[in-house]
């Protein structure tokens, strides 16, 4: 009946309208039972859309969707995980003030009858699915209180918690460590061999190729290229997802970095968790601090930024001390922050992407405390050809834009701060697509050039050799060595983070 | 019991020992105060706001809010007051007053579901209801049947009936909402939606059981407030609609929903109703007792406040702990 037999769900000629966008275009494209699928393609290319289309979170406009050969309708996220779908989203969907098993099983609770719920057989059954996965949490203790990358295996505990035969997931490593990952992956291999289907939804390539058999990529809303794994190479992933090549994704250095004065120095810091940290920032270098996720990367960020404060040790700005109390006051000293979850702590979904832009140059742009639209609409698309931002109207919400888009405008917002001195970066390009990553890398070296200086923090090892002209390693809260652009290789950087005794190289 | 009921509790403690703490001073210090007259007269004070703080507490939960339960109790007095009117016995009138307070509820869940905020839809039915009470019962007064009457003011001891009831209503509801996977969904629901949609949960059924349940127990206040009333009022449920509020949130109940129990609830409501009579028994003004009930207000606010800052302060370095923040 159809071509391809074994198909455990299929969707033919799916499209799917946003208003006048397309988001997926006629879309046809059928997962195999006992296999993982890889979906790439660059944000805004619709592989959520259509991955929603098939957990019934969204209705197709045209188009079927097949689960064994039989047409399905699914009118909500329900019907879609009785027919034994399960999305896992990027974004958790979990629930801070209930614990890990009621997280879990939330939903689908046993009772004993009268809908009271059997706590010890929830219990159980929750255990069951942690030990499918092979990793062991306190069942009781609080969603809120877990590190993104528990909660991230919790969130597919919930989906692998209905036994579904086909599980999506969309960008789940992006918070994870290499552990995790490798618990995942494993995971994925024996869901493989139960005869189910996985659609892996990434951005990162190597992973792609350690996940799946199967490999689709999507541009513009259109299904591009399909086929097994094993006939792509990296470069032609990237090729298709781009429809161009891209050659160059780090921007050369035109000139070294001066040796100048720094800018900014952290003498002897200790705050929390992270313990007798100094480190210096000079005009037009880039500055990375690496490492595993959670090592006091992102309090290094926020003592800078004004967030938080340090309980010893010095902070000097151009040679002076400073106390920075609030992120206004680091902004007064011409320090910004780019925090790294851009959707709970950055943007205001809801408003415009001229509101978003302009809300910390508002002083500057508006005098006498009144709106003027024309020069702020001037300066807000200047920025945003600057960024090659990809909207329809400036008056667009920021909400309707894809995630590399979404990340611009926060760029940009800093971009039309006054007197931008230095720059601090969270995990910029987490979630962001290779052709936006290449022009945000093009944009921090233009700034460096302009003498801007950068803290970069990033989990992505390469994101660091390929921009840092040094990079600080952090382990436990203390840095356990740096290295120099020109010696830096990953296994020395990686030898440093996972090796506290890296101490002093 | 499951884990997250458990810290719920935990974080009710602080009212129970204040509410405790009031009250046994008060005992101590005033002897009119632990006259066995004044414990019934308290205790038939509080019930009816247990009862309808109870309905308030699983509408805000959900993150909404019903504003309607004042009017809905003035109904329910003007229904019982004029049961000569629609005919039947007490056991028909009092079916009545449920079944209203239940459509009420209806209506209000129907309207937020179909995407109106639920401050502005019960507020709409909180007018109407109003309008609909006086209509019944244009003035204080009227005749309620012999047999209802004689229910709602039993007593078991020195302790009125409804008193009883309402501490029943509240701990069913506590139960329904702590342990049963309706409690579980509207918990969801109030604390982020969408989530709750995702992780397949009826969002609509939800809201709609929440503001029925609301409904049905402001008509049971109703006829709470009709054991003191002895007859009907169509405007003496108005101050419930805020005093049902207030106790939600001294309760401990987070007004953007998903957080609280019940349990804090009833201490909230047994708290409101005491503050009014300890300080009639020390003779101080009714003007200074609003004052004091809004001081409360704001000391208990800033005390979760607090603790809840400190609890996420406590997750941020467990967090570290554990090497989470990236």
Redesign the interface.
Known sequence: MTDTPSALIECRNVTKRFGSTVAVDDVSLGLVKGRATALVGENGAGKTTLMSVLAGELQPDEGTILVEGEERRFRSAMDARRAGIAIVHQELSLFPDLTVAENVALGREPTRGLSVINNSKLHTSVQETLEFIRISLNLDQLVGELSPALQQLVEIAKALHSRPRVLILDEPTSSLGTQEVEVLQDCVRRLEDQEASVVFVSHRLDEVFDFADNVCVMRDGRLVAQGPLAEYTSDALVTEMVGREITQVYPERDHPPEDRPPFLELSNVTAGFVRDLSLSVSPGSIIGIGGLEGQGQSLVAEIVAGIRQPEQGSVRVAGEEVKLRSPQDALRHGIAYVPPDRRTSGLMLPLSITKNAAVSALRRIHKLGLIRPNPERLEVSSVADQLHLRYKRLSQEVSELSGGNQQKVLFGRWLLVPSLKLLVLNDPTRGVDIGARAEIYALLRKLTEDDVCILLISTDLMELLGLADLIYVMYEGRITGSVLREQATEEEVMRLAANPDGQGS | ????TL?NLRATVPIWAFTALLILVAALLSPPFRTLTNVTALLSLAAPLIIVATGQAVAILMAGIDLSVGSVMSLATALAASYATFGGGALVNTILILVVGAAIGTLNGLGVIAGVHPLIMTLSTYIAVRGLALFVLPSPGGEVSGGLLQFVTLQVGVVPVFFIVAVAMAVVVW?ATA????G??L??VG??AS?A??????RKAVILVGFIVSGLLASVAGLALVSRLYSGDPLAGDPYTLNSITAVVLGGVALTG??GSIIGVLSGALLLSSIGDVLNMFGVSSAYQFIATGLTLIVALYVYNVGVFRRDR??I??????????
């Open positions: 019991m499951s884990g997250s810290h139960y342990e049963s996977t309706w579980r969904k918990y969801a604390s982020n989530n949609e995702k992780s397949g949960i009826n998903g957080r406590s997750a370095s467990a967090l570290l702990n554990k090497g989470g923040v990236g």
